[in-house]
C-alpha cells in the first residue's frame, strides 16, 4: 500500500506553502540488480541500465512496478488567495495531488465523480499513451463524460520521465482547480540535489469561470483577478465589506540551504496567458522542457505558454536573504487585474517572516512564444527524415450561436455520449464534419514516416494560439509570421526543438512534424481555455485499421459510456465540448 500512502500524503501536504521535496523513496537507484550507475546528486545522467542517452521513444525499463492512486473529483469552497468562491477539485486541494512514479513503472488512477450535476474526464498531458489511446482522457474523443458517481480507471504505462500535470478536459473545468502534477523520475541533463517538485503558475479568477463563459461567447476575454504560485497568493481585503474577503492567503515559499542546488518543476496551468518565470538575484539552469530532456542552457528567465513545462535548477549561491519569486505576467498575451502582484518567496532563512527587499533585473517580454527554439537543443538529436504528408489548416472564426474559433471553416463540436473511438470500434470511417477529423495513415514502407501539420492563422486577430498536440512528441519544424509559402524546404529539420506544446504566432504559422507511431483518435488544440470551449481544435484519426484496445480498458470504455448514457442521455451542451 505503499503507493496508496504516497497518493494520501500527497494530498495532505499540496498546500502547503513552503517546499517540500519530493521522496526519493519513489525513485529507482535501487531498482535494478544489475545497475551500471546510480542516480545521484553527481550522477543524475544515470539511471541503471539507462542513461539520459538512451532513445526513450525505443526503450523503457521494466521496473515491473504498479502504482496506484485514487482521485475525487469535488466541489466545495475555497480561497487561495483570502477570497472565497466555489472550487472544483481533486481531493479537496488545488493543484490536486502530485502523482509520483519511476521511468517504466505502470499507474493505475481511479478517477471518481463526486459532483453532482457535472460530468468529467481526465488527462495525462503530455504522455503519449502508446497504443493505449482510450486512456488519454479526452471526453468525445477517447471515451464518454464520467457520470456523477461513477469511476473511471485509467491504466497506462510511463514511458517517459520528466514533469507534466494531468487536469480535466471537460469544458473549463480545469480553470476551476482540477488539474495536479505528475513527477516521473529519471535522468537529468545536469546535477541537483533537491527536488522540488511543481511549481504551477496560474491566473486565477474571483468569480467561476463557467459564470465568465458567456462573456468569452462574445468574442472578448474576460480579464482574470489575479494569478497564483502553487495554489496560493494574498488578496488585499483591506477596507473591503465583501464577507467572501476572508484575508487569509498566503505566499507561496521555498526555503534554500546555501550551496544546494535545487530542481524546479514549473508548469503554467493557465486559463489565458504566459508568464515569464524569474527568482530575483539567481541564475536558471534550463534542462527539459515538456519531457524532453535538453542541452542545458543558463538565463535569468524562463518565459512558458499554456500547457508547456520547464524544469530548471536553481544553485542556492546568493547572499542569504529573502527575495521575490516571480510569475511574471506577459501582459502582450492577455490582461490580468493584478498583473504584478503573482509572485512568492524563497527564504535561506525558514524562521523569517519578512518580505523581501530584492528588485528584479530581467527585462519584461513582449512575445508570446515561449523560450526560443535555439535554445531548447534536445539532448537527444533526432532529425526529421522522411516527410509522408503535409496537411494545410487555416484558422479562421465566425459568429453563430456564440463567437467560435475555425479550422478549415469548421468549430469542433464534440457529442460526449459518441466519442470518436466508438464510432472507430462501430467501423465508421466518415466522421461528423464538426469533429474535425483528419485521417492520416502511413504507407507501410517500414522506415519511420512523418505527419506535418501547418495551421495558418487567417483570422487577422493577431493573437498567439499555444497549440497542444496529443499522443505524440512533435518536431517544430518553422514558427513565423506571414503566410507559408508551401516551401517545406524551408523547415527546420536537423534536430529541431521537440516537445507537445508550441505556439502559433498571431497572423503567422506554425508546421509542426510527428512520427506516425502511434494508432488512435489524437486531439490538437489551442491550449487558451476559452479557445478550445471556441472550438479551435481537430482530431487526427491515426492508422484506424491498427487501433487496438486491451479487453479491460475497452470493457472500462463501454461501462462508462453506459453509466453516462444513464444518468444524462441528452446533455445541454454549450461549448465545444474540450
Known amino acids: 500500500?505503499?503507493?496508496?500512502?504516497?497518493?494520501?500524503?500527497?494530498?495532505?501536504?499540496?498546500?502547503?506553502?513552503?517546499?517540500?521535496?519530493?521522496?526519493?523513496?519513489?525513485?529507482?537507484?535501487?531498482?535494478?540488480?544489475?545497475?551500471?550507475?546510480?542516480?545521484?546528486?553527481?550522477?543524475?545522467?544515470?539511471?541503471?541500465?539507462?542513461?539520459?542517452?538512451?532513445?526513450?521513444?525505443?526503450?523503457?525499463?521494466?521496473?515491473?512496478?504498479?502504482?496506484?492512486?485514487?482521485?475525487?473529483?469535488?466541489?466545495?469552497?475555497?480561497?487561495?488567495?483570502?477570497?472565497?468562491?466555489?472550487?472544483?477539485?481533486?481531493?479537496?486541494?488545488?493543484?490536486?495531488?502530485?502523482?509520483?512514479?519511476?521511468?517504466?513503472?505502470?499507474?493505475?488512477?481511479?478517477?471518481?465523480?463526486?459532483?453532482?450535476?457535472?460530468?468529467?474526464?481526465?488527462?495525462?498531458?503530455?504522455l503519449r499513451m502508446l497504443n493505449n489511446v482510450l486512456n488519454d482522457g479526452v471526453p468525445g474523443v477517447t471515451q464518454c463524460g464520467i457520470a456523477p458517481g461513477d469511476t473511471h480507471t485509467y491504466r497506462f504505462r510511463v514511458t517517459q520521465y520528466g514533469s507534466t500535470w494531468y487536469h480535466s478536459h471537460f469544458s473549463l473545468q480545469y480553470s476551476e482547480g482540477i488539474f495536479g502534477g505528475m513527477v516521473f523520475n529519471g535522468p537529468t541533463t545536469a546535477d541537483w540535489d533537491v527536488d522540488l517538485g511543481n511549481l504551477f503558475l496560474q491566473d486565477w479568477s474571483h468569480i467561476e469561470t463557467f459564470r465568465l463563459w458567456n462573456t468569452a461567447k462574445l468574442g472578448a476575454p474576460p480579464i482574470l483577478d489575479t494569478g497564483l504560485i502553487n495554489g496560493t497568493n494574498t488578496w488585499n481585503c483591506t477596507g473591503s465589506t465583501d464577507p467572501n474577503c476572508v484575508d487569509n492567503g498566503a505566499k507561496h515559499e521555498i526555503v534554500f540551504e546555501a550551496g544546494k542546488k535545487y530542481l524546479i518543476r514549473l508548469v503554467n496551468v493557465a486559463v489565458d496567458g504566459a508568464f515569464q518565470f524569474?527568482?530575483?538575484?539567481?541564475?536558471?539552469?534550463?534542462?527539459?522542457?515538456d519531457l524532453v530532456p535538453i542541452v542545458p542552457y543558463t538565463t535569468d528567465n524562463v518565459q512558458l505558454t499554456i500547457g508547456q513545462r520547464y524544469d530548471v535548477i536553481v544553485e542556492a549561491n546568493a547572499t542569504p536573504g529573502n527575495y521575490?519569486?516571480?510569475?511574471?505576467?506577459?501582459?502582450?498575451?492577455?490582461?490580468n487585474?493584478?498583473?504584478?502582484?503573482?509572485?512568492?518567496?524563497?527564504?535561506?532563512?525558514?524562521?523569517?517572516?519578512s518580505d523581501p527587499t530584492s528588485s528584479s533585473t530581467v527585462t519584461p517580454s513582449t512575445s508570446c512564444l515561449g523560450e526560443p527554439g535555439d535554445k531548447t537543443i534536445p539532448h537527444l538529436s533526432l532529425d526529421v527524415t522522411n516527410i509522408h504528408n503535409v496537411t494545410h489548416e487555416d484558422l479562421?472564426?465566425?459568429?453563430?450561436?456564440?463567437?467560435?474559433?475555425?479550422?478549415?471553416?469548421?468549430?469542433?463540436?464534440?457529442?460526449?455520449?459518441?466519442?470518436?473511438?466508438?464510432?472507430?470500434?462501430?467501423?465508421?470511417?466518415?466522421?461528423?464534419?464538426?469533429?474535425?477529423?483528419?485521417?492520416?495513415?502511413?504507407?507501410?514502407?517500414?522506415?519511420?514516416?512523418?505527419?506535418?501539420?501547418?495551421?495558418?492563422?487567417t483570422s487577422n486577430l493577431a493573437l498567439a494560439h499555444p497549440i497542444h498536440l496529443h499522443g505524440h512528441d512533435f518536431w517544430v519544424l518553422a514558427q513565423e509570421t506571414g503566410m507559408f509559402n508551401g516551401d517545406t524546404s524551408t523547415f527546420n529539420t536537423q534536430n529541431p526543438t521537440r516537445r507537445d506544446v508550441a505556439t502559433l504566432p498571431g497572423n503567422g504559422y506554425l508546421a509542426i512534424g510527428f512520427v506516425l507511431d502511434n494508432p488512435g483518435a489524437w486531439l490538437v488544440h489551442c491550449h487558451i481555455a476559452w479557445h478550445a470551449s471556441q472550438g479551435l481544435s481537430l482530431e487526427f484519426v491515426e492508422s484506424q485499421d491498427d487501433i487496438v484496445a486491451d479487453p479491460v480498458s475497452r470493457t472500462e470504455f463501454d461501462n462508462v459510456c453506459a453509466a453516462w448514457r444513464a444518468w444524462v442521455p441528452i446533455w445541454e451542451q454549450d461549448d465545444s465540448g474540450i
Open 324 to 335: 521575490w519569486l516571480r510569475a511574471g505576467w506577459i501582459s502582450a498575451c492577455a490582461n
Open 278 to 289: 524569474s527568482i530575483d538575484g539567481h541564475i536558471l539552469t534550463v534542462v527539459a522542457h
Open 396 to 457: 479562421g472564426f465566425m459568429f453563430d450561436s456564440y463567437f467560435k474559433w475555425t479550422i478549415n471553416t469548421s468549430s469542433l463540436l464534440l457529442n460526449w455520449s459518441d466519442p470518436t473511438m466508438l464510432q472507430i470500434f462501430e467501423g465508421d470511417s466518415i466522421f461528423p464534419t464538426e469533429y474535425n477529423v483528419v485521417a492520416v495513415q502511413p504507407s507501410g514502407s517500414g522506415n519511420p514516416e512523418w505527419q506535418v501539420l501547418v495551421i495558418q492563422d
Open 1 to 126: 500500500m505503499k503507493e496508496a500512502f504516497l497518493a494520501i500524503i500527497s494530498t495532505t501536504l499540496v498546500g502547503l506553502s513552503s517546499a517540500l521535496s519530493i521522496p526519493r523513496d519513489a525513485a529507482a537507484p535501487s531498482l535494478f540488480p544489475r545497475q551500471a550507475c546510480e542516480n545521484t546528486p553527481t550522477s543524475r545522467d544515470c539511471w541503471g541500465d539507462f542513461s539520459i542517452d538512451t532513445n526513450y521513444y525505443d526503450v523503457v525499463p521494466d521496473t515491473g512496478r504498479t502504482r496506484e492512486y485514487w482521485l475525487s473529483v469535488q466541489e466545495g469552497p475555497c480561497e487561495p488567495d483570502g477570497y472565497r468562491r466555489s472550487c472544483m477539485t481533486f481531493n479537496g486541494t488545488v493543484p490536486g495531488p502530485t502523482i509520483i512514479a519511476d521511468w517504466g513503472d505502470n499507474l493505475v488512477i481511479h478517477v471518481t465523480n463526486n459532483m453532482i450535476n457535472n460530468g468529467t474526464a481526465i488527462h495525462w498531458h503530455g
Open 337 to 353: 487585474a493584478n498583473p504584478t502582484e503573482m509572485t512568492g518567496i524563497v527564504r535561506y532563512d525558514s524562521s523569517s517572516t
